[in-house]
């Protein structure tokens, strides 16, 4: 990639009315570790986000907290920005779609497009709320579902059968505000003629602005046919007034999108020192390869909307529109009443923010995919990755290091081969972080850090130290282990910003660029080892609500099995059973029941087991685990590979769950 590219990213804006939750976070350290990465390969990159602030919402909550809302607004905008500080979110600036700037550019947008002839107006049938005196919004009116008659639903959807309706389809309807029964009445709205915008939106599917699952959605939109979107509300309305029509206000879907360029516009005033003109925004805009990274809910805002709007008022497209999918907690949806409604403060309070950095990279994929926040899977997989394979590398050689050197680095490395493999991985890695494929790239760097223990397993510099006379070889191998190590560092630096900067300092103010990790770090004396990260305890997850129980099983369970045949000590003594590691997990093609199972017995090897487990593991979810592996069964040649193993699970016949050790067990260990 050119280092000449100027890129402009954004996340979506967080509305305004509620805190920052874990499924924010998704989004946002998705976001954060692309922009890291562009900007550690020296690309100039801007981070720009605000709060979303108008809306009926809005205006709700601040009455019901008998405060303005412009005073809500700011302290909830205080609170957000807090939160995305917290977790390392590298904002250059975050700010509020309140704001004169978005105004203006607001109203630009429209009398552009109205001078285009793309505004038309026409009068509409609302549900009224003659208790409270307002417009209601679909969602603030609540009755029976039409199609499955599910008492308690929202005015445009169904969350018991799906289906979707207009608010005068519900039955026995009522306002969620005051339960009073809606009235109809009418009103002259404002419209967007999308439907003006079809050929060229039909056109940026055909870009690689979107990713496939999105192009193809947006093309059903518009076989579908494009209707004129309403861009007004009525007063009383918390936003932007619409010129000429007082009493009408924009949509808050109109200017949020546009907060965009307005966060652009404040960011370049600060940096340039003086107000940008209107004109000089404008054009601005146009000078940024623009990505807007969002979730898959609001593709319909980003996708069709926000081109045509930028499109009638002038304005350059987006370069690329990045959507993801949600955030489930435990298997679930995140829901208060099933306490798996996290927050960020909640999170804070009990673990490390990195941990969730981590945690998410390693599932985060280019594709429109939900990703599941499993806490059991969370706990396996950061004492096993950051813990017992990353810092391992580096508390145990920099101990030895300090012990029996005093700290001080070889001349030169004793496998420099070894080293410049490491380096030349950094272009496959950076090619992962580019398309957003993160859990490829975790994946790549954590086969690293196991060939950075098994080199120390192999040199074993512990039995070096014992023996005055290889001080010297302990010396040369913990130094070629700790440059291993802070390459991996560089690596996941996106990903764990804040262990990448305390490393930097206790290795003397290091560089950690993808630019010097085949630079080895060669004489001098490093600072004692201190402790990096910690490993995570079931105490420390006891305030997360546990995991559903599984459903009871639909067909009766089995009669109990017999026993087998009685066999004595030495019967048992023959199978040999250890503990595995299971470092690599990937679906076998052709093969509806296989797992292919790459496991780390401690043997400075890895071999293979094909596992017939797959209809009851994601293979993602066991990466990291430990398991129970017979080591001396014979190989089995399979028309998919060889089996070198066999790994031991428990089950009815109906269920199978695989057998695991407890928290401090080692590949190798053997099981009596």
Same mark, same amino acid.
């Given at each position: ?10 996340? !979506? ?16 350290? *998705? ?131 799906? #289906? ?126 623009? +990505? +807007? ?28 529109? +990045? ?26 309070? +009990? ?28 706990? !396996? ?12 590398? %580096? ?12 700290? @001080? ?13 490491? %380096? ?15 859990? @490829? ?56 910003? #804040? ?30 080892? *201190? ?27 089995? #009669? ?19 503990? %595995? #590691?299971?470092?690599?997990? *990937? ?51 399979? @028309? ?31 099981? @009596?």
């Amino acid at each position: 990639m050119p280092q000449s590219r100027k890129l402009l990213v954004t996340s !979506a804006l967080p509305y305004a009315n509620g805190p920052i939750h874990l499924g924010h976070l998704v989004e946002y350290i *998705q976001t954060d570790i692309w922009v890291r990465y562009q900007r550690l390969r020296g690309r100039f990159c801007t981070y720009v986000c605000a709060d979303d602030t108008h809306g009926t919402p809005i205006m709700l909550k601040a009455e019901q907290e008998g405060v303005t809302p412009e005073a809500l607004i700011t302290r909830v905008g205080q609170e957000h920005a807090r939160d995305f500080a917290d977790f390392g979110i590298s904002f250059d600036y975050f700010g509020s779609t309140h704001c004169p700037e978005n105004e203006q550019l607001a109203r630009d947008v429209y009398e552009r497009s109205r001078a285009g002839g793309h505004i038309t107006r026409r009068t509409v049938e609302q549900a009224f709320d003659p208790v409270k005196n307002l417009f209601l919004p679909d969602r603030f009116i609540k009755g029976t579902c039409p199609r499955c008659h599910s008492p308690d639903q929202y005015g445009d959807s169904c969350e018991v059968c799906g #289906a979707t309706y207009a608010p005068s389809d519900l039955e026995d309807p009522v306002s969620a505000l005051s339960g009073a029964t809606p009235v109809s009445r009418s009103s002259e709205h404002h419209f967007f003629r999308l439907g003006d915008f079809t050929a060229s939106l039909k056109a940026f599917t055909e870009t690689d602005a979107l990713q496939p699952e999105a192009a193809n959605k947006l093309r059903e939109w518009l076989d579908a046919g494009l209707t004129d979107w309403d861009i007004s509300r009525d007063a009383p309305y918390f936003g932007f007034s619409i010129p000429g029509a007082p009493d009408k206000f924009f949509y808050v879907w109109l200017d949020a999108p546009i907060g965009y360029m307005a966060t652009l516009w404040r960011l370049l005033n600060a940096r340039q020192g003086r107000p940008l003109t209107l004109e000089e925004i404008r054009k601005a805009w146009g000078d940024y390869e623009i +990505h +807007h990274f969002i979730g898959k809910d609001i593709l319909y805002f980003h996708a069709l909307f926000w081109p045509a709007m930028l499109e009638a008022a002038g304005l350059a497209r987006p370069h690329a529109i +990045h959507a993801h999918g949600f955030l489930t907690i435990n298997g679930k949806k995140m829901s208060k009443s099933r306490g798996t409604f996290i927050t960020a403060r909640d999170y804070l309070a +009990h673990l490390p923010a990195e941990y969730l950095r981590y945690y998410l990279a390693a599932k985060l994929n280019g594709r429109i995919e939900d990703i599941d926040l499993n806490f059991d899977d969370f706990r !396996a997989r950061i004492n096993a990755d950051l813990v017992g394979k990353l810092i391992n590398i %580096a508390s145990r050689s920099a101990q030895l290091l300090t012990r029996f050197a005093g700290g @001080r680095l070889a001349e030169t490395l004793p496998d420099p081969a070894l080293f410049q493999e490491f %380096a030349a991985a950094g272009e496959d890695i950076g090619i992962h972080y580019e398309r957003r494929e993160y859990s @490829r790239a975790i994946k790549l760097i954590m086969e690293l850090a196991d060939r950075a223990n098994r080199y120390i397993d192999d040199a074993k510099p512990w039995e070096m130290g014992r023996d005055p006379a290889q001080h010297g070889a302990l010396r040369a191998v913990c130094t070629q282990a700790l440059n291993l190590f802070r390459v991996l560092m560089t690596y996941l630096q996106p990903v764990l910003p #804040a262990a990448a900067a305390q490393v930097s300092t206790w290795l003397g103010g290091t560089d950690l660029s993808f630019e010097s990790a085949g630079i080895p770090l060669l004489g001098g004396t490093i600072e004692p080892y *201190q402790h990096l990260m910690r490993r995570v305890d079931e105490k420390d997850l006891a305030w997360v609500a546990p995991a559903p129980a599984p459903p009871p099983a639909k067909t009766q369970a089995p #009669a109990a099995r017999a026993p087998a045949a009685t066999i004595d000590t030495a019967d048992f003594g023959r199978v040999d059973l250890r503990v %595995a #590691a299971v470092v690599d997990a *990937q679906t076998v093609e052709g093969a509806d029941k296989l797992l292919r199972l790459s496991l780390d017995l401690g043997e400075g090897r890895l071999r293979t087991v094909f596992a017939g487990i797959r209809r009851a593991y994601d293979p993602q979810t066991l990466i990291g685990r430990h398991v129970i592996c017979v080591a001396n069964l014979a190989a089995r040649k399979m @028309r998919f590979g060889v089996s070198e193993g066999m790994v031991l699970a428990a089950g009815d016949g109906q269920d199978i769950f695989l057998l695991g050790v407890d928290t401090g067990a080692k590949p190798g260990m053997p099981v @009596r």
